[in-house]
């Protein structure tokens, strides 16, 4: 139950900008969920992953954190972006 409760927990982003994966996958109109964020040599970075389940780790400049899913188009989650 906890398990399902953490899931749903998780934010979605936008990507700023194309990324490629750790398998070589070109991504940018994906919604991925960000897992985790943590320290890495001072670093803050993102542990995120995709609808296809594979994950990567990201900047934050990379991405735009969304507050919820404004609309579904053709199985794709467009979110409104939140403002800091």
Not at 28 to 43: A, Q
Request: with cysteine.
């Amino acid at each position: 139950m906890e398990a399902q409760q953490d899931q749903q927990d998780h934010k979605r982003c936008n990507l700023v900008r194309p990324i490629r994966d750790k398998s070589g996958k070109l991504r940018f109109r994906e919604t991925p969920e960000i897992l985790r964020e943590m320290d890495n040599l001072g670093r803050r970075m993102l542990l995120v992953r995709f609808d296809d389940g594979s994950t990567t780790f990201l900047f934050p400049h990379e991405v735009t954190v969304a507050e919820r899913p404004v609309a579904e188009v053709d199985g794709e989650y467009w979110l409104e972006r939140v403002r800091a």
